[in-house]
């Protein structure tokens, strides 16, 4: 007869007595999301390894007693991508593998563990003038294996790149428990390497857990400008965004945050932006020279010219910098004084697509009768709608999912794609059939299915199963809502 799940809880916590367990009740409730407020769903147990070697030990046990499992840093994602696909799942924690190993600024590398949070990551790199280049919104909150798995881009990654672009390689548990690294020399440069680190950064946990990593670092520029520009229209601001990138100079931040997000930061952060206009962007030209900044400058004031602008104003204040961009950072939490909560999106699209599609958001926003404020990353067209609701019950609920869903379908009908660094988790999985054809999915399954023949590695993310109603080309929008309710998310800690 078959050992129920219960049983094989049971003997994988007795079978690894060294591990740090977690399965009250309380505890499993407080892992049952993550930053996306529509999908619940509490491990059986939850494992808190503190090494490498620990983690691998866990996974080996899994696979041979065959217990689904998947992988959670910090719990910031926003796509349901460390949420449990059902109840008979065990949850890993990498919170505890919280390790800065090493620094070589000469060589410009970090040896890292996947628990870091990257905000002290770039602490501890400021004494030696270089930082770990990605920086998502969750910057002070956020892990290192987190970023790594969903391949999470920031602020500034029109300028720097997003996170596959900065790394030698990484150490990897593979589905059946094995420790390796993408290469036998992680300070090694290999066209080959780059390759495994390119499959399994972004890979969502579905190929194996990330644990390590050799970081590539960025010496940190020594002059350092920000333009505030206001517009008295989204369109006249996306213009200028398709004109800035068509130019040539190459700005290393290009932030758009539209006249709802102005009024919530101001209010929260006390910024100044101006509350006249319809939208603001926020331009950040960075160089190791001061003649460089000085030219670009006068190269952006050329263009600004020729843009419909109601202010333009230049900060090389660091104070005021970092204020800015605390306020850019902090714009989806300026959000909670307006609405006790809010479903954020996120899809690339091509800059050319920005003015129809955000007036199309606009237009959608009427028909579900739900507010939408847009805060995204401009430079490369990669959109952060937020849905903001106040109750939830089923209409409410319904008319959130149908929003998301004609959102999506709006960025793909443009040639987007669903994600540009959030990830598909739970959340847009039965999407993938309208971004893929057949063929294409069945292609990422046979990686996929060559790496976990048994299916345990975070199941039923990012690729829609076979049979199921996604595969057929008919969706229905993300899982039921599990226990949702206003009270409920305040006392989780998920909002403001």
Avoid at 107 to 119: E, Y
Avoid at 260 to 275: A, W
């Amino acid at each position: 007869m078959q050992n129920t799940f219960h049983e094989k809880i049971q003997r994988l916590k007795q079978r690894l007595p060294q591990i740090s367990w977690l399965d009250s009740p309380a505890q499993r409730l407080a892992y049952e999301r993550d930053g996306n407020v529509l999908i619940a769903q509490a491990p059986a147990l939850i494992a808190l390894p503190t090494s490498p070697q620990d983690v691998a030990s866990v996974v080996k046990a899994c696979s041979e007693l065959d217990i689904p499992f998947t992988t959670r840093g910090a719990g910031t994602g926003l796509a349901a991508g460390s949420v449990p696909h059902s109840p008979d799942c065990l949850m890993i924690s990498t919170a505890r593998l919280n390790q800065i190993l090493s620094i070589d600024a000469e060589k410009l590398t970090a040896h890292v563990q996947a628990g870091v949070v990257n905000g002290v990551l770039n602490e501890a790199l400021a004494p030696y003038g270089v930082m770990y280049a990605p920086d998502p919104s969750s910057q002070k909150a956020c892990t290192l294996g987190g970023n790594w798995a969903a391949n999470a881009g920031g602020v500034h990654c029109i300028g720097y790149g997003v996170t596959t672009d900065h790394l030698h390689a990484l150490q990897v548990v593979t589905p059946q428990g094995e420790l390796l690294w993408t290469a036998p020399n992680a300070q090694a440069e290999s066209t080959l390497m780059q390759a495994f680190n390119a499959l399994y950064c972004g890979s969502e946990g579905t190929l194996g857990i990330l644990t390590e990593a050799i970081v590539q670092l960025t010496p940190l520029p020594k002059h350092v400008g920000v333009a505030l520009l206001a517009f008295g229209s989204v369109e006249s601001a996306m213009q200028a965004v398709t004109s800035l990138t068509a130019s040539g100079l190459a700005p290393k931040a290009v932030e758009f945050m539209d006249a709802l997000t102005i009024r919530c930061v101001n209010s929260t952060f006390k910024v100044g932006l101006p509350e006249d206009a319809q939208g603001v962007l926020l331009v950040e030209l960075a160089y190791y020279y001061e003649a460089e900044l000085t030219e670009a400058y006068n190269a952006l004031e050329g263009l600004v010219q020729g843009w419909n602008v109601l202010s333009f104003t230049w900060e090389t204040s660091p104070q005021r910098r970092d204020a800015l961009w605390k306020a850019r950072k902090g714009a989806v939490a300026s959000y909670g004084q307006l609405s006790p909560m809010f479903y954020i999106l996120d899809s690339v699209i091509p800059r050319s697509a920005l003015p129809f599609v955000l007036r199309e958001i606009e237009a959608i926003s009427k028909k579900v009768d739900l507010p939408i404020a847009n805060v995204f990353h401009a430079g490369d067209g990669n959109l952060h709608p937020h849905l903001m609701f106040h109750n939830t019950d089923a209409t409410t609920i319904d008319r959130v999912k149908a929003g998301a869903d004609a959102i999506f379908d709006l960025c793909l009908s443009v040639g987007g794609v669903l994600s540009g660094e959030h990830g598909i988790g739970l959340e847009k999985v039965s999407h993938m059939v309208d971004q893929f054809d057949e063929a294409s999915l069945d292609a990422q399954r046979a990686v996929w299915h060559a790496l976990d023949a048994k299916g345990l590695a975070n199941p039923t993310k990012q690729l829609p199963q076979k049979g199921c109603c996604g595969d057929s080309g008919h969706h229905h929008g993300m899982p039921r809502a599990k226990g949702l309710s206003v009270e409920g998310l305040g006392h989780q800690g998920l909002w403001i």
